[in-house]
């Protein structure tokens, strides 16, 4: 979507706005069809980042749909109305900056901050920046407990949840839910456990079998010996 009072090519934005932007747009992306991994692929902003704020901006993006349920329950508490369909810039803007605070730990100061600024960079928000800054302050004081308490149903689109209830039970159901609320690991099979763990370097993993290793979720293209082949994807179960 077109920024406010831009041409088509976009302008240089100001340090720490630049990967919360982009992550609007995959956000954007992710809404007309797209998985997070193909909007990752095709988002020129995203692209664009460099170094932590491409990793910010991922986490950032994959937080916000993973738990969109529960971040939306927090926003509706401190909304006076609901927000217009048609609002979905705002609503994106207000769902990652609560993500940031309920979710990751991000500062209270340069969350809200930020939020004020992306919402003066786009035609739709522009005029609730009053807005976007209350609610901001209000998630920095209490959102990250609140979110604590919400179930994990609540994030969970009903119809998948029905379809889980009918096939598994509710206990089951709610399980499987939890567990659909934390980033997967990525299990890596390695040609060579050496020459893997020297192209890796200082990135922390874990060695969970003979030739199989377990790091945090990233783009497993972006892994030096990757291109190589030192390794490829592959779930422990697999392995078995």
Known sequence: SKRAG???????????IASRDAALDL????TRGMTLDQALDE??????????????CRALASTTLRRRGTLDEEIATYLR????????HLRDILRITAA??????TEAHAAAWSAVELSKLRVEPKGYQKLVNAVARRLAET?????????ARVATPGWLWRSLARA???KTAAAIADAHRRAAPLDLTA???????????????ERIGPQTVRMESTRVQELPGFEEGDFWVQDVAATL
């Open 27 to 30: 956000l954007r992306m992710t």
């Open 6 to 16: 831009e041409d088509e090519e976009r302008q240089p934005l100001p340090p720490g």
């Open 100 to 105: 940031q605070l309920c979710l990751m730990g």
């Open 81 to 88: 109305e609901p927000l217009k369909p048609k609002q979905t």
């Open 168 to 170: 598994h039970g509710a």
């Open 43 to 56: 988002c020129r902003s995203f692209n664009a980042l460099e170094g932590s704020d491409r990793g910010f």
């Open 191 to 205: 040609k060579d456990l050496e020459t893997m763990s020297e192209a890796l370097g200082e990135r922390p993993f």
């Open 143 to 151: 959102g990250a407990k609140k979110a604590e308490g919400v179930e």
